[in-house]
């Protein structure tokens, strides 16, 4: 049995018609990050990491598979955002260019060229720790790219992340969610640096600070040594996280 | 061909395995309401009003399509808030009960009887103009209830409601989500109650004034005319919505 033929196989382990897309932040020199994975048969194109769920394992099982598979990550919490349902997001070409063509005209092929219809999900990592995997049935590479710079993507995937990083802006008006971008412990600096990156823009120190203590989600620690005292920024953590 | 027939040919049209389920919310005497359905062959049990997505449609056409034809209003935003992919979330008995006997070793329902993934939509109408219709293969019956007193729900709706509510909940902190739910016009009291009514508990009157001024999303208009001038109130409408 060839490559093509048992990934063909493995397919009735999967249920048909959804798929989950995963859009991976990571925050890396000051640059906001997106894991992406280019797959062998699909020339020049890269992809958010996903796949589909199998028969036998919950949506959220799925996900924790997904996430281990390709970035070697395990407890990562993931946000659902959206939906990508249109009819024609995935072509019957795309799915081909997928398959050696001896395999094109096998019947269990023809869901796929069918409907896909796509969960998106958008995760936070610590960029230094994500150690992407190759993926059993398919010839692939992962790349981190920074959020402007992305390459030319398949299928509906640049509206994904799109979508994924429009959600990622809102979510910080009125909930942290940079736990797992930043180290254990930071400086206010770090955390507007932080803010600034994924928002795109500059904030106003004064505010940002006022902001984040008013949240009470901030712990103060000890300044931070720099060797110049009265200039020393505290240090601080997310009280959820001691 | 018998109306259960007819039925499991119509399901050829519908892509398997995604369902979408809406949480449909009205307000009415400072009661928030939720639209649900009952299903004549699944006694006393009542569902959110819900189905499938024709192969031949997008997600949005399919949620514009169910929202007509259960509730009669068209142009209804929803919002999508999560998915519920448990893998025992729909069981074989659930899916035997809605088709008659005679039927349940039909092929066509092998892969209802696996594995149904749902997508939560929730929206906000306008309670009196919600005019519940009858679905053509099914002897349905439509009904609100106030949040508070739901009735027994099937498979997991409960839990798709509670997250609906959560999330609209969630919402109302960063952006305004009442406009379908209030007249054109209202007083700052009524908003008030509306958003306690949703909240679940009772808000400072000058606090929630000032944070509602603060958002710049209302347009004060002339006073309510109520026979006493000195206390009549200010009418205001959404800047939106004019």
Known sequence: MDAAETALNVFDNYIKHIAID??????????LKVLLVKIKNLDGCWMLPGGFIQRAEGVDEALDRMLKDRTGLTNIHLEQFGIFGDVNRVSRNFILNLIPSEHHDDSRLNWLAGRVISIGYYALVEYSKVKPKVYEFYDEAFEWFNINELPTLSLDHKDIIQKGLETLRMMLDYKLVGFDLLPETFTMQELQKLYETILG?????????????????????EKKYTGAANKAPYLYRFKDKS
Do not use: A, P, T, Y
Request: with cysteine; proline share 0%; net charge positive.
């Open 201 to 221: 823009k500059e904030l106003r120190r004064d505010s940002f600070q006022r902001k984040m203590l008013d949240m009470n989600i901030l712990e103060r620690l």
């Open 22 to 31: 995963c859009v991976i932040f990571g925050f890396h020199n000051n640059e």
